[in-house]
C-alpha cells in the first residue's frame, strides 16, 4: 500500500464539506500513523483496514471515503468492488439529501460502470458548480484512454483547479503490475538443476500472482473485451507452464506417483479444450506430448501425436506441420 502516492494523489477534500481542498493535518498524522507498509498486494484485508479504520473514525470526511474506495479498487476483486458499490447505493438511499453520498456511490461506479458514472458525476456538477470533486472526477475519467475527450477532460480540469488551486489528479487507471517474472525464473531454476521443493513453489507463486493481475482487468471497463480474452488467454498459457514445471520437480524428487496425478488432470485439461481453434489446445498437446517423451511413456505421447496429427487434418497451418514433425523425430530417437 503507497500511503505517499494516495497522499498525493488524493490531497484535497470538496468545497461544500471543506474549506480547504487537502487532508486535514490531524488525519495526515493518523493515517502516518496507522499505515504500514503490505509486501503482499493481494492481501485485500490487511491493505484496506488501515482505511476502514480512518472512514469508521471520520465518517463525514468526504476525503476519508475515497481513500476507501480507492483502496477497495487497488486491492480488491470482483466480489469486494460489487460490495463496495453496494454500500454506497445503500449509504445514497440513507443520505438522499446528503450531496457527499450521491457523489461518493457515483464514483465507486468508476471502472466498472463508467458511463454510468459520468452521467451521474455530471448531474451533479450541473446542479453544484462549484462541488469540487466532482470536476476532479470527471477530468480524471475524460483524460483516460477508454472515455478520452480532450475537450471535456480541459474544461473539468480547470473548474477543478479553481476551486482547488495546486491539487493533482490522479491517472486512470493506475498502472497495472507486470506479469509476475516468477514463472521464468521457475524454469530456469529447473533448468539449473534448481531444488525441486523451491522451483514449484515458486512456479505456483506466479502463478497465483497471475491470477491476481487478472483480477485488475476482468472488472473494469478501462480494458477492451479484446484484451481482457488475451489476458486470459495469456494466464491460461502460463498455467500449463506451471504445471509442465510441477511435474518435472515431482520427477526430479522422486515422486512419481505425484507427478502422474498432475499429468493425468492436465490430460483431462487438454481433452476439454478439444475442438478448440486457438493456439492453446495445440499448446496443451505439444506440452503433453514432450511430458509424456520426457517420462518414457512413449504410447501415451503417440497419442498425444496422433491428435496433433487429427487437429492438423481440420487446420491446415505449416509451422504447426513443422513443429509436429520436430516432435515426432524427437519421439522416435527416445524410443530407439
Known sequence: MQVGIALLFLA????????????????????????????????????????LALRARYPNDLLVHELYQDAVQRHGIEGHLRKLTEEYQVLSMQHSDDLMYSYLYARSLIGRNTPTAIQQISEIVTEHPDFAPAHGALAEIYASAPFRNDEKERVERERFLGLCPGSVLRSRPEKLPDPSPLLDQADRLLAGNGNPAQVEAMALQGIRDDEWRLQRIRPFDWYSVTYKRQAQADLQARYWRAWSVQVRCDRRAGNPEKAAAVLAQMDQRATALEGHTDP?????LTTLARLYEEGNQSDSANRKLDSMRQFLALHPD????????????????QNK
Open 12 to 51: 484535497r477534500a470538496p468545497m461544500a464539506h471543506s474549506a480547504v481542498c487537502e487532508l486535514s493535518p490531524e488525519i495526515r498524522a493518523e493515517l502516518t500513523r496507522t499505515s504500514k507498509v503490505v509486501a503482499n498486494p493481494t492481501d485485500y484485508d490487511q491493505n484496506v483496514a488501515p482505511f
Open 318 to 333: 505449416p509451422q504447426r506441420t513443422a513443429e509436429l514433425e520436430d516432435l515426432r523425430k524427437l519421439i522416435a530417437a
Open 280 to 284: 492453446i489446445y495445440w499448446d496443451a
